[in-house]
């Protein structure tokens, strides 16, 4: 039997838990937020590439990429590593990993994918009607430049499987897409194809955690702690505690687990819950001579430049197997560098403001876990490399396990 919440703590203050924080405040529930860190969107949710690609789902385990991964292990992609490891952890998951490399596994995880990512669409341009919040939001049309015969075929293959949705996507030339996006012409690697997507939208996930917090605390009375690591979480018959560094307790009814990468306390309450770090980077420089305003992922590179206000982000890397997130100098130099081949004029490298790493809470099928395992528990997790794009969906199904039967 579902039973409904009154009180909860959301642990953990990134795009994820301050999403579920809402649609759990706007169902009625007091909400604590508790984050170790001094405020929100300061975990991976910091500098990640701004990306709201609702449209672009395509999960990290694919058949296509079977053939690629002894050259990712030896590392041979400079964008792509995976370092292998005896982590029982990481060997379970690789594991896993490997078995959704097949065509039907990757179709599948892709429409699970897309359903969240479309509804996330839906639950943000309802946040927006209501709220006007401050996060450099734009609707400006996202572009997946296409070097190779394969990156077509994959594309191909993923407008298919689309295709019951309508929406206005399509692959078009490079000259068309330089028409609409001048930056392109700085290129000197011109794609063979580009797949446009009008509608895509890009915002800066940060500010956006902030300034939603701000609305909850003002308008939803929610109340937060910041800067307190939870140590332990206790499972009741009748609700749940947590436990501070200072050994300090409090009690409540709900616990929302949105802990990002951290798996601490998904283990420590015995969560079994595939979910593993991918590292990865960015850069935050001053526009350049030619910056552009749609965003663009470059498929060759495994690069996005995403345009958010006065500034451009770069973002990329895959690095799986690595679990801290301390910057690595030589990743970042990479980063740039491949930043600069793509695309040299987009940004004022040399005058980048901030150097990050962060770490993707990833699952081998690149579908989050969201789930309540107990009376006194939800958990929303594992959103990998798109839980900025995921997260108000998210939010919401996660809520709804808690306060199922609320019309809102
Ligand atoms: C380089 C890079 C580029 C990316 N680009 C995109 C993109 O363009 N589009 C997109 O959709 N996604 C992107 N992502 C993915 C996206 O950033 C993440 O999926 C998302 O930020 C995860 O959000 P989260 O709230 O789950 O985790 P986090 O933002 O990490 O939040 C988790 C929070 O939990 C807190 N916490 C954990 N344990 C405890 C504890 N015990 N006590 C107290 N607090 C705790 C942490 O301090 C943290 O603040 C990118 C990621 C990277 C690394």
Redesign the pocket.
């Known amino acids: 039997m579902v039973l409904r919440v009154e009180k909860a703590i959301v ?9 579920t924080a809402y649609a759990l405040a706007r169902r009625g529930v007091a909400v604590t937020m ?4 001094e405020d ?14 609702y449209l672009y789902t395509g999960p990290l385990a694919n058949h296509r990429l079977r053939s690629e991964l002894p050259g990712l292990a030896l590392h041979l992609n400079p964008a792509f590593r995976i370092r292998l490891h005896t982590d029982p952890d990481f060997v379970r998951w690789i594991l896993s990993f490997l078995r959704n490399c097949t065509r039907s596994r990757y179709r599948r995880n892709n429409a699970s994918a897309l359903e969240i990512t479309l509804e996330s669409r839906l639950a943000m341009l309802s946040l927006l009607q209501k709220h006007a919040l401050d996060f450099d939001y734009q609707v400006k049309g996202r572009m997946q430049l296409l070097y190779t015969e394969k990156a077509i075929a994959g594309v191909k293959e993923h407008l298919e499987l689309k295709r019951k949705y309508e929406e206005d996507e399509r692959l078009i030339s490079f000259e068309d897409a330089a028409e609409l996006e001048p930056a392109l012409t700085s290129a000197d690697d011109k794609p063979l194809k580009v797949l446009w997507s009008p509608s895509e939208a ?1 915002g800066d ?1 940060s500010q956006f ?1 902030r300034s939603l917090l701000e609305t909850l605390k003002t308008d939803y009375g929610v109340e937060t702690l910041f800067g ?4 332990q979480a206790n499972l009741h018959s009748s609700g749940a505690d947590i436990r501070f560094e200072d050994g300090r307790r409090l009690d409540t009814e709900l616990l929302a687990l ?5 798996r ?2 998904m283990k420590q309450l015995g969560l079994d819950v595939p979910l593993y770090p ?5 850069i935050t420089a001053p526009l350049g001579d030619a910056p552009p305003n749609i965003s663009l992922t470059d498929t060759k590179r495994r690069l ?1 430049f ?1 345009r958010l206000g006065d500034r451009i982000r770069i ?3 895959a690095d799986l197997g690595w679990t801290h997130d301390t910057p690595d100098p030589a990743r970042l130099r990479v980063l740039t560098n491949s930043a600069i081949e793509a695309l040299p004029a987009a940004a004022a490298y040399e005058r980048a403001t901030e150097l ?6 990833m699952t081998p099928d690149s579908n989050p876990r969201i789930a309540r395992p107990h009376p006194a528990l939800i958990y ?12 108000m969906g998210t939010g919401e199904r996660a809520a709804k396990l808690a306060v199922p039967e609320t019309d809102l």
Not at 356 to 361: K, M
Request: charged share 10%; hydrophobic share 45%.
């Open positions: 642990i953990g203050a990134g795009v994820v838990g301050v999403a508790i984050d170790q860190r929100a969107g300061l975990g991976t949710s910091y500098a990640n590439g701004g990306q709201l690609s890009v996930a955690a307190e690591r939870i140590l949105c802990t990002g990468a951290d601490f306390l991918m590292k990865g980077y960015s996005v995403t973002a990329g890397m990050w790493a962060g770490l993707r809470p929303n997790l594992g959103h990998g490399m798109l839980g900025w794009t995921m997260a």
